[in-house]
């Protein structure tokens, strides 16, 4: 079977040479990285200290260990202290940047329930792509018998496109399941 890199460089990007009329492979977009982060600030605030089971799970999901972020200000409304972690944050490039996109296309996405596609409104107008998902037990690497409390995944997608119009032409031919045409 071959990997989804491997089809980006033999298919997708030669029929994206094509369709957008470029004339160097170089110029045809192409996905940069991959951000994976999860909120952590209101379990700090409501005092629960132990997060480390969203971050072996987070690590489980992306294969590579999520940074810890932290406040910068004090925000008294939030209750939010500077210093206290607010966030755990993973990028991914190269080879797991394709993989953990394999896996989320091809299982986590199907599982998710009354799936009928992603909407095309979180393009943004410089061709990177964000995802919100309220349930992290959709991949299969989650441990239920850890999970303490259900938490929830962003997922930002930066491309090398230039507008929607790319940006969408990648993802889809990449195989993202977009439920709506993109209309301008």
Do not use: C, H
Request: overall charge positive; aromatic content about 8%; cysteine-free.
């Amino acid at each position: 079977m071959a990997t989804l890199k491997e089809k980006y460089d033999k298919e997708i990007a030669p029929a994206l040479k094509k369709e957008l009329g470029r004339k160097s492979t170089m110029a045809v977009p192409r996905v940069q990285s991959i951000s994976v982060s999860s909120g952590i600030g209101s379990m700090v605030v409501a005092g629960l200290k132990d997060y480390e089971f969203i971050e072996q799970n987070l690590a489980a999901i992306t294969g590579q260990k999520p940074a810890l972020r932290k406040a910068r200000m004090a925000i008294s409304n939030f209750k939010l202290r500077a210093g206290i972690p607010v966030g755990l944050v993973v990028t991914l490039r190269g080879k797991r940047m394709y993989d953990f996109l394999s896996r989320f296309l091809n299982i986590a996405l199907p599982r998710v329930r009354d799936f009928r596609g992603i909407s095309v409104k979180s393009l943004d107008d410089t061709g990177n792509y964000s995802l919100g998902l309220k349930d992290s037990t959709i991949f299969p690497e989650v441990k239920l018998d850890t999970l303490t409390k259900n938490f929830g995944l962003q997922i930002n997608v930066k491309t090398t496109a230039k507008n929607k119009k790319e940006a969408y032409s990648l993802l889809k031919s990449l195989g993202f399941p977009f439920r709506d045409e993109i209309t301008s």
